[in-house]
């Protein structure tokens, strides 16, 4: 079974930054893409950030491109999600997520494929 554990969120001022983490733990974390989604209070969820199994290639929403990145750490089994210049509209609590088949997904900003996500971290980013 796999299992994502999300750290990071928090508190910051608008300008500022913050590095959420995601401990991945139950199959061969190398194997698989892994993403980032948000859903703010009374907004659908949306795709943030995705990097592919071998960390070659990452995918962004157009609104974070240039202020956030997707890494991965293959020997800690961890994801990362380096913000930057954080905005109030980047507000939302943040989803871990991970698909159930391995290597390169069809489509990595669709939600359906990913089968895991994780229990969710609060980011609160203030005026």
């Known amino acids: 079974q796999v299992q994502l554990v999300e750290s990071g969120g928090g508190l910051v001022q608008a300008g500022g930054s913050l590095r959420l983490s995601c401990a991945y733990s139950g199959r061969s974390f190398s194997r698989y893409a892994m993403g980032w989604f948000r859903q703010a209070p009374g907004k659908e969820r949306e795709f943030v950030a995705a990097?592919?199994?071998?960390?070659?290639?990452?995918y962004y929403l157009d609104f974070v491109k240039g202020r956030f990145a997707i890494s991965r750490d293959n020997a800690k089994n961890t994801v990362y999600l380096q913000m930057n210049s954080l905005k109030t509209e980047d507000t939302a609590v943040y989803y871990c997520v991970a698909p159930l088949l391995p290597y390169e997904l069809a489509n990595y900003k669709e939600p359906s494929l990913y089968d895991f996500w994780g229990q969710g971290t609060q980011v609160t980013v203030s005026s």
């Open positions: 990097v592919n199994w071998n960390g070659g290639s990452t």
